[in-house]
């Protein structure tokens, strides 16, 4: 067992380091004064040449790379012009709602597509199946900010029920916190939802055809034990792992969602950024984000153990 | 003398022939719903010009912000005034949403398709190279490890801002973040491929080894690669109109689906039409591509379909 977790930890390494490759060339493999682009429109000639300097834009790629890549492990991302701050302070700011968001969206998709994709499988070729089905494929057609102002114009302007936009932080009381973050929470929860409730079917339905849900039945067990205890634990694993890979899509629907209901995370801090052409926040958040999804598809891994005791490394 | 149509007779007579490959798509149920609708958003693509639109970026200060359905009437050069219905409103530079949503299908489905092919040419060879050059297998799957750990939009945000917004960069920002998987997926059927006895007897003959590639392998990576490249399309086209909505995308001179949305944003509460009718088509669009997928998918690559 500790084998396996300290091979999978190194097995990691290899995959990081090349998305800090990837990050690394894609600004200097363009035409453009990599030094010029991290300074963004407004910089100043010294401190185009102040970043020179720091980078070693005068060394060899190579030299540069481990300049660049010392830094990182230091957690020094650079500076900001834009913003005038260090990357590091800026993306420690914004990290709280973006955090209060993606576990919400979480918690309510696994909550949501569950049972729905048990009740499908369950349901097998019946109407329930098809409707769940075709409610999968309609989450991962529309895109994700239409569903965000369908949603704030159903509850919030026409009902108003819950407030448009904003974000309240949860020292300021649950309440306030809670109710801003139920819209954005369904909004970005849509394609999750399609995503697991899919795979979760699937997965059931591969299950309830073992030997031993016959048994199970066999024995007089009533169909929820059936399907939960018997079946649901030995199709969790495709289920985890699947929420483990959307994270990808919970990431990108993060910068949608957050622009669409105006709260002030990292995913709104990626379009500012953008917008503003602040190269050194970009690349940060690129690899930050790309860390996370790594660490959390590491640690979905590790957790296969738990859930089939089977599996022994 | 038995000839060779007498051979196929009786052959055909004991094992019924298979319905073609066109012939089972034309019949599944989801393939017929999406192409319909494909093809309707086709017409509507190609014929945008005959639909009644004006200029799609023609600005007009004295309608800006009007509801759907109502009247305009301009005056022209020589004094006569023209009366039109603005279907789908205005926005607020007093654009006609009918003719931006019309001649926004143009460019939203050719960024999707364009940066499809650029993904899937080039995952292609990528993948043709890694999964046949063994030496280069290590190096060229650990890069694609690292892109594949780089969330999609998050490397299309970050090229976009890299190589400014414009039509050609925002098709390249769209389509570098999908060549991983095409590569992976070639990749992986390269390596079945290649034990195949025909790939032996071609080595065997001293075939050399970029006609092996394109004659022997290639064409078998063909199906799978199809319905791959269906569902980039659709995905394509979906994150085109989100980094356009983000307004990091095409630049709101060239109408899509998402720049209209942007332009909707800021008055969205009293004007939901900008978003509203550019939404509805981009998720049709998007929905039908995917229908489509899922019908290539069950019909051309059996195998893959029992997975998901």
Known sequence: ????????????????????????????????????????????????????????????????????????????????????????????????????????????????????????????????????????????????????YLLIYVFAITLGWLPVQGYRSITQGFWPFFERLILPASTLSVIYVALIARITRASMLEVMNEDYIRTARAKGLSDRVVLIRHGLRTAAIPIVTVIGIGIALLIGGVVVTESVYGIPGIGRLTVDAVLARDFPTIQAVVLLFSFVYVLVNLLIDLAYVLLDPRIRY | MTTLSDIR???????????????????HPSVLFGGVILLILLAIAIAAPFLGTVAPSAIDPSSRNKKPGVELSTRQADGTKVTRTAWMGTDSLGRDVYSRVLYGTRVSLAVGVAATIISVSIGLTIGLLAGYVRWLDGVVMRFMDGMMAIPGILLAIALVSLWGAGLSTVILAVAIPEIPRVVRLVRSLVLTIREEPYVEAAVALGTPMPLILLRHIMPNTFAPLIVQGTFICA?????????????????????TWGNIMAEGRALFRVFPHNILFPGIFLSLAVLAINVIGDGLRDTLDPRMSKRI
């Not at chain 1, 990691?12 to 682009?37: G, Q, S």
């Open chain 2, 9 to 27: 007779e009786q052959v055909e007579a004991v094992a019924p022939s298979r319905p073609s490959t066109i012939r089972r798509l034309s019949r």
């Open chain 2, 235 to 255: 995905s394509a086209i979906l994150v085109e109109a989100l980094l356009s909505f983000l307004g990091i995308g095409i630049p709101p001179e060239i109408p």
């Open chain 1, 1 to 148: 067992m500790l084998m396996f977790v300290a091979r999978r930890l190194l097995a990691t390494i290899p995959v990081l380091a090349m998305v800090a490759v990837f990050v690394f060339l894609m600004l200097r493999l363009t035409p453009a004064d990599p030094a010029a682009i991290l300074a963004g429109d407004n910089a100043t000639t010294e401190q185009v040449a102040q970043i020179r300097a720091k980078l070693g834009l005068d060394q060899p790629l190579l030299t540069q790379f481990a300049i660049w890549g010392g830094r990182l492990l230091h957690g020094d991302f650079g500076e900001s012009f834009f913003f005038k701050k260090t990357v590091a302070e800026l993306i420690a700011q914004r990290l709280e709602p973006t955090l209060a968001l993606a576990t919400a969206t979480i918690l309510l998709s696994i909550l949501i597509a569950v049972p729905l994709g048990v009740i499908a499988a369950y349901r097998h070729e019946t109407w329930v199946d098809r409707f769940v089905m075709a409610l999968s494929v309609f989450g991962f057609s529309v895109p994700v900010f239409v569903i965000g």
